[in-house]
């Protein structure tokens, strides 16, 4: 499964960005998908998972009430509606996707997902 991810920039803080996660593989469907991040000299980290049913979400509690993450499964693409954007946020963000027996189970360790996308770069200026 090869992921492809995009719409990183730069914005100033308490701007807006929507990051696309795209895959060509078919049965996207049947994926449970995750967004984490990586700062400067930091680790990677969790910040949203959704299900294969959209109405199953998980967010880090650092971004919760400004991100929203979502998933159009007729487009294979997940979402990353990023609002109130801090300069905390700057990193770059990963999208994931790992198969799930379930509707409703997501996501949240770094050891759970198989596929990885390349990484978009957001940095959010003071």
């Known amino acids: 499964v090869q992921l492809q991810a995009s719409g990183g920039g730069l914005v100033q803080a308490g701007g807006s960005l929507r990051l696309s996660c795209t895959t060509s593989?078919?049965?996207?469907?049947?994926?449970?998908m995750g967004w984490f991040r990586q700062a400067p000299r930091k680790e990677r980290e969790f910040v949203a998972a959704?299900?294969?049913?959209?109405?199953?979400?998980d967010y880090a509690d650092s971004v919760k009430g400004r991100f929203t993450i979502s998933r159009d499964n007729a487009k294979n693409t997940v979402y990353l509606q990023m609002n109130s954007l801090k300069p905390e946020d700057t990193a770059v963000y990963y999208c994931?996707?790992?198969?799930?027996?379930?509707?409703?189970?997501?996501?949240?360790?770094?050891?759970?997902?198989?596929?990885w996308g390349q990484g978009t770069l957001v940095t959010v200026s003071s």
């Open positions: 593989a078919s049965t996207f469907g049947s994926y449970a």
């Open positions: 994931a996707a790992r198969g799930a027996a379930y509707w409703r189970d997501y996501y949240t360790r770094i050891r759970d997902y198989d596929y």
């Open positions: 959704i299900a294969r049913s959209s109405g199953s979400t």
